[in-house]
């Protein structure tokens, strides 16, 4: 006689416990919204995954089990850029349920996502940055949009960083921008002069789309905050209007902002710092160059640091 399928448990509590982790990120971490979400939209999708797994509870978790969902989610066709994100938040929510004493130990820790190829990100050259930054002065929706590029450009804002950014988060005397980054941590930015200029271009007619108690300092249609979305959807726009061959959304100018920065300079220290990033690794994948060589050649190469160092 056949022995009984056996039962498939409803959601492994999964449901409470992210909730609850969703809240710390909240609480603790002091996480924006908008990652919140990712977390929360990762978490939930391989909970569901699990169950098929024959999952009921986290605390039986297991590496076979997270190894399982790997698999799986391979075979379902996703990417391993987008495997290597769920995993990296199924991390994050296991280190935090260690923490609570439900898991003696993090099962996802030794897992990796499939191989994947690694695309050079590419950056736009100063040419290309000309042209994307032609606009018509006259329309307010214009000089936002390119207040919007050139500030992302000038200061290597992630796109969080720009929609979270206040009216009194610029310091125009001091040419200098306050950011919120991640974690809740805050860093002082130098602003360039152009992207100062058309900042106070956009202050001159922000009324005439802004609400009166608005206080963010990018604003939309709608006379409130402007949307991560909205953002993504203008610079692509207007790269599209200006012809250019790849497509133009705010990563891409922050790591032009980035690379033009290492080329011109060769400090990576400094360079991390001004991206936020807490690791100088981050800083390195960031911005596929060899950045040890790339300091060396300019200490070597650069008549300013020869100068510098025969007068040590």
């Known amino acids: 006689m056949a022995s009984p399928e056996p039962t498939r448990p409803a959601a492994p509590e999964p449901a409470a416990a992210i909730a609850d982790f969703l809240e710390y990120l909240r609480v603790e971490r002091q996480l924006s919204a908008h990652t919140r979400d990712g977390y929360g939209r990762h978490l939930y999708a391989m909970a569901g995954q699990l169950v098929e797994l024959h999952l009921g509870q986290w605390r039986v978790l297991t590496v076979s089990h997270v190894r399982g969902l790997a698999t799986r989610l391979h075979k379902q066709g996703l990417s391993p850029r987008s495997i290597a994100t769920q995993l990296s938040a199924l991390r994050s929510f296991c280190d935090w349920l260690v923490l609570q004493g439900v898991l003696s130990a993090n099962p996802a820790k ?4 499939p191989k994947q190829g690694r695309p050079l990100p590419k950056n736009l050259d100063v040419d290309e940055l000309h042209q ?3 606009l018509d002065e006259s329309d307010p929706l214009a000089v936002r949009d390119r207040a919007i590029m050139e500030l992302l450009y000038s200061s290597g804002l992630r796109l969080d960083e720009l929609v979270g950014l206040n009216l009194g988060d610029v310091q125009f005397a001091e040419r200098q921008l306050r950011v919120i980054g991640k974690g809740n941590k805050e860093r002082i930015l130098p602003v360039g002069r152009m992207a100062l200029d058309w900042l106070e271009k956009w202050l001159a007619v922000r009324n005439e789309l802004a609400g009166p108690d608005e206080p963010a300092l990018f ?7 402007i949307s991560h979305r909205s953002v993504q959807l203008r610079l692509a726009k207007r790269g599209q209007q200006q012809a250019l061959s790849s497509h133009v959304h705010p990563h891409k100018l922050r790591h032009s902002f980035a690379t033009h920065m290492l080329e011109s300079s060769g400090d990576l220290r400094a360079v991390q710092e001004l991206l936020g990033h807490a690791d100088l690794a981050t800083t390195q994948i960031y911005t596929h160059l060899d950045f040890q060589h790339l300091a060396k050649a300019y200490d070597q190469a650069h008549p300013r640091a020869k100068r510098r160092k025969e007068e040590e």
């Not at 030794?110 to 996502?113: C, D, E, K, N, Q």
């Not at 604003?219 to 905050?225: A, H, I, L």
């Open 219 to 225: 604003v939309s249609q709608q006379r409130r905050r």
């Open 110 to 113: 030794g897992v990796s996502a």
């Open 132 to 134: 994307l930054m032609n």
